[in-house]
Nanobody, 118 residues
Framework: QLQLVESGGGLVQPGGSLRLSCAAS????????ISWFRQAPGKAREGVSC????????LYADSVKGRFTISKDNANNTVYLQMNSLKPEDTAVYYC???????????WGQGIQVTVSS
């Protein structure tokens, strides 16, 4: 069964950090780009970050540049999103998705809640 499973979300205070993980099973991430999207209530889905299959291309939304870092661990078939200096506006459900290129969606994870609040 092909799956993407996110973990690492939760509640954090403004200025805090979280690390999201996206673990793949049933397929190898060696051949896939992984993108992180987020969606807050009442807002459009937003592409946050992407890393391509080789890891040679990394993209960030302007809203997270300098605060978020995406990385890929092929040995563990997992992609990470390190989120630092979190702001209340980062509150959303975060999804990881896989496809052959960045920002396309072939496989979805189930999503994980990130809440930034004091």
């Amino acid at each position: 069964q092909l799956q993407l499973v996110e973990s690492g979300g939760g509640l954090v205070q403004p200025g805090g950090s979280l690390r999201l993980s996206c673990a793949a099973s049933g397929f190898t991430l060696d051949y896939y780009a992984i993108s992180w999207f987020r969606q807050a209530p009442g807002k459009a889905r937003e592409g946050v970050s992407c890393i391509n299959s080789s890891g040679g291309t990394i993209l960030y939304a302007d809203s997270v540049k300098g605060r978020f870092t995406i990385s890929k661990d092929n040995a563990n078939n997992t992609v990470y999103l390190q989120m630092n200096s979190l702001k209340p506006e980062d509150t959303a459900v975060y999804y990881c998705v896989a496809d052959s290129i960045c920002w396309n969606i072939y496989y979805w994870g189930q999503g994980i809640q990130v809440t930034v609040s004091s």
